[in-house]
């Protein structure tokens, strides 16, 4: 019997006349008998049979939510790992955390490509998901606190950006193999995985986390090791470490907390608020974009994605290029105002049916969402101190999954057609976080006036100079031979870079 007769005599007809997709007949070789019961699997063709994730797993009709439940433990994954690893790392330390996540992060890749159920592919999604975030987030953090003031956000930027050029044209490289099996795809897909291997064999742990938890015995050692391995002067990282060690117990002696202190504390605080609000709203527009990217490049998918991949570097580039002429708060909010622009044109343009706009808004809107990301880490990263880094970027990273969620259930506006109820919520939401972000600017700019007003006019005074002289420790604190601490000093007269340090 030929498929197409096997059909006509196995499927029964729907009420709109067309065979039916999910039912079978009980007996398709009695005529008499017409029971119906539930397809557990479908007739492929030949070419594409096992081909995705659907034919591999036969993820159809009364199994279809299983794709669901797949992508709903992805995310769940890195949202559990998200609420845990940041406060872990900030007690513990960066690399025992990262060093764990690379190890379970290299066996869930194994168990995914070699699953032999649905259920272990499942829970392979779950690890590798909660691994690839931790491994993310605390490579970004030790990136940052590794480098110099001067270039660290330029680093930060230069690291993401490339890791998101590379992922997309992996995915586009990937995308011309989509007829072969699936288990292959994914080992294609997932062997970037084995990097991370060599990635952590050249990482340390963070110095700066070190003198975070007043382990200064760690730190110098870390610092030390760095100095010989960049051929930095020996000498010179000493005289910094004595300066530090010096901070350190001023710091300690101050046991009372100033009025400043307090204020700096809560704006912090509220500007972390603002940036989690920012994290939410971004990623739910990007996951809009996502949603509905099929349908908006259709027919154009050839020109639409290349020109898309152009836009992201050229949006990268230009990034990299503004980060030494403006500051990144100022860059987020331009950047966020654009975006919350562009949404609110896509709204537009579906309700009206402008198709030719759509698309360019697209072009233009998908980049800056991905900047928008690279800035509020930046931002994250500069404003809070070292001992609450990787707590506060995790719950970050978390939010925006969060708003990722939403934006996947509500693209069921997608089938209905109501593309632009999708996007106005997105505009509005990014347009509320836009005036708390301008707000916090505008007040923090106030506040940071003041304080260096108040500061130049204490400096002015001899009491001022005479308290800071008499909070410096003696030299049997440091338990230095006098001529070793006469040379410290001698450094740091000579070299000006040590003029400014700070702990964080």
């Not at 499942?122 to 975030?133: D, I, P, T």
């Not at 990299?320 to 343009?349: E, N």
């Not at 969402?369 to 978390?398: A, D, H, Q, S």
């Not at 509500?410 to 509320?432: C, E, H, K």
């Amino acid at each position: 019997m030929s498929p197409a007769s096997w059909r006509n005599a196995s499927l029964p007809l729907e009420a709109d006349g067309r065979l039916s997709r999910c039912n079978v007949y009980k007996k398709p070789g009695d005529p008499n008998d017409t029971r119906i019961v539930i397809c557990d699997k479908w007739d492929y063709d030949p070419e594409q049979e096992r081909s995705t994730i659907i034919s591999y797993w036969d993820l159809v009709c009364h199994r279809q939510w299983l794709r669901a439940l797949a992508e709903a433990f992805y995310i769940g994954g890195s949202l559990i790992a998200m609420s845990a690893v940041g406060l872990v790392a900030d007690r513990v330390g960066r690399m025992p955390v990262l060093l764990s996540a690379v190890a379970v992060l290299q066996i869930a890749t194994v168990g995914g490509c070699c699953a032999a159920s649905y259920q272990a592919y499942v829970l392979s999604r779950f690890l590798n998901s909660g691994c690839v975030a931790t491994v993310a987030v605390l490579s970004c953090t030790l990136l940052f606190e590794a480098s110099t003031h001067e270039k660290r956000n330029r680093h930060l930027c230069a690291a993401m950006t490339a890791g998101m050029l590379m992922v997309e044209v992996w995915l586009a490289v990937a995308r011309l193999l989509r007829q072969v099996n699936w288990i292959v795809m994914q080992i294609f897909i997932l062997s970037p995985t084995v990097l991370t291997l060599y990635a952590v064999s050249a990482v340390h742990e963070s110095a700066r986390w070190c003198v975070s938890v007043n382990d200064m015995d760690r730190a110098e050692v870390l610092m030390i090791a760095a100095a010989k391995e960049n051929h930095f002067p020996v000498s010179t990282t000493a005289c910094m470490l004595e300066r530090l060690r010096t901070e350190v117990l001023r710091t300690e002696r101050r046991i009372t907390i100033t009025s400043g202190d307090a204020a700096e504390a809560k704006a912090v605080q509220r500007s972390a608020l603002v940036m989690l609000g920012l994290s939410f709203s971004s990623t739910f527009t990007q996951y809009s974009m996502l949603a509905v990217q099929a349908y908006v490049a259709s027919g154009t998918t050839a020109w639409f994605q290349w020109t898309s991949s152009g836009a992201n570097l050229a949006s990268f580039i230009l990034l990299y290029v503004l980060f030494t002429k403006i500051s990144p708060p100022r860059l987020l909010a331009a950047t966020v105002a654009a975006v919350c622009g562009i949404a609110c044109v896509i709204s537009l343009s579906f309700a009206f049916g402008y198709g030719y706009l759509t698309t360019l808004s697209f072009l233009l809107a998908k980049p800056l969402t991905y900047v928008v990301k690279v800035l509020i880490f930046t931002n994250v990263l500069e404003m809070v101190p070292t001992r609450v880094r990787c707590g506060t970027i995790c719950w970050l990273f978390g939010f925006g999954r969060v708003g990722g969620v939403c934006a996947v259930l509500l693209s069921v506006q997608r089938d209905i057609g109501r593309n632009d109820v999708l996007f106005a919520l997105a505009g509005t939401a990014l347009f509320m976080m836009l005036l708390a972000q301008l707000t916090f600017l505008h007040s923090s700019e106030q506040q940071t006036l003041g304080s260096h007003l108040s500061s130049a006019g204490a400096m002015d005074t001899m009491d001022y100079m005479k308290k800071t002289l008499d909070s410096l420790p003696s030299k049997k604190e440091y338990n230095r031979k006098s001529r070793g601490s006469a040379r410290s000093s001698r450094f740091q007269c000579m070299d000006p870079r040590f003029a400014d340090i700070r702990l964080y």
